[in-house]
């Protein structure tokens, strides 16, 4: 059967999740030309078997509240596809978590892991458990609650997750003492964890800098870099913070950052003083909007940045935060380059327009990569019981960048010399699992 029709099938079938349509379509646009001339691939029925998960375990979490109430969540992993190493990807606390937001999520790990050369499967897990408001007791006992259900389908040659939104540093240590306590091992079952007790460095800034290393190839090729540039950052976290740092410290201006409330807007570009200082308000607990008191920057209520005249835009900050619309926005304000800090934040849509006017748009699985780049790294050093130093793990993370534009700049390039970035990635990506699984047989 063609690609087509069994994209028609699945689309019926999965009609209730749309996230993960998005996703699949999105990749298989790329894909049907390739798959549909591989009879071999036909024959193995690839196609069916590459986007119906291994499994999908869902569980109930039950904990107690600080007033003694007991509160009911629910919790899913998604174990998609093993076929270059263990099922790896974050897990995400967050209230729009459901089972299609996961399986989409998921469903891009796996392309996104197989770029980076490392041996990784991919997978996706969470909760719709949100994190915000609530006391650390409370997160500490939920974490408890969430990995006494999904300890026994993970182990550091299965499946190893890590962070995600919602989940950082704090409840990963959470999550791997209960995992200890439960196995009465030490091991490297989940990543992110505190440096020094198992964790790796650069782990933290390994997104956002990835996501700058990856850029600054994008702009080499187009013999061009970051000095000078204007750049629109989406998103006030991890990925965003770092992202904004990096691109300061290469010496372009950074004007925005946003959150679920609104935009920040500092015309003249925010400092490395100003960054680190907002790195300590988001550790606090407190919104973006907080520091508009603090420095010279506009706050914009209900805004996303997008409207705003640059050079570069790179969305950090979740899903589908960039819509036809916006798009229009970036392309009549001479926006060049689009490159996702975030997991799939431009829509269908956007993305059609992007490349239908010329910008340069690199997709999150190429792009956002360096954190599990990172976190491969840190499953290599729990397994030899050794500690690698920041500036070789830089090194080994630019290398990996650089690899991975140069896989896609060789799946996409155009008969005009440019580079379908997302063509690009969604081919290299393809052909490392689908070799993998040929050679496996129909296992």
Known sequence: MKSQQLLTVLKQRHSNEPEFIQAVEEFWEDIAPLYDENSTYQALNLFERLTNPDRVIQFRINWEDDAGHVQVNRGWRIQFNNALGPYKGGLRFHPSVNLSVLKFLAFEQIFKNALTGLPMGGGKGGSDFDPKGKSDNEIRRFCYAFMRELTPYIGADIDVPAGDIGVGGREISYMFAMYKNLTREFSGVLTGKTVGQGGSLIRTEATGFGLVYFLQNMLAHCQDTLVGKTVLVSGAGNVSLHTAQKCIELGAKVVTLSDSKGTLHLADGFTLEQIEALKTLKAQGKRLSDFAEQCDAKWLADTRPWHIKADIALPCATQNEINAADAKQLIANGIKHVAEGANMPSDADAITLFQQN???????????????????????????????????????????????????????????GCIDYKKGANIAGFSQIANAMVNYGIL
Do not use: W
Request: net charge neutral; glycine share 10%.
């Open 358 to 416: 010329g910008i340069i748009y690199a997709p999150g699985k190429a792009s956002n990569a360096g954190g599990v780049a990172v976190s491969g790294l840190e499953m290599s050093q729990n397994s030899v019981r050794q500690y690698a130093s920041f500036a070789t793990l830089d090194e080994q993370l630019k290398t990996i960048m650089k690899n991975i534009h140069d896989a896609c700049a060789t799946y996409g390039k155009q008969d005009n």
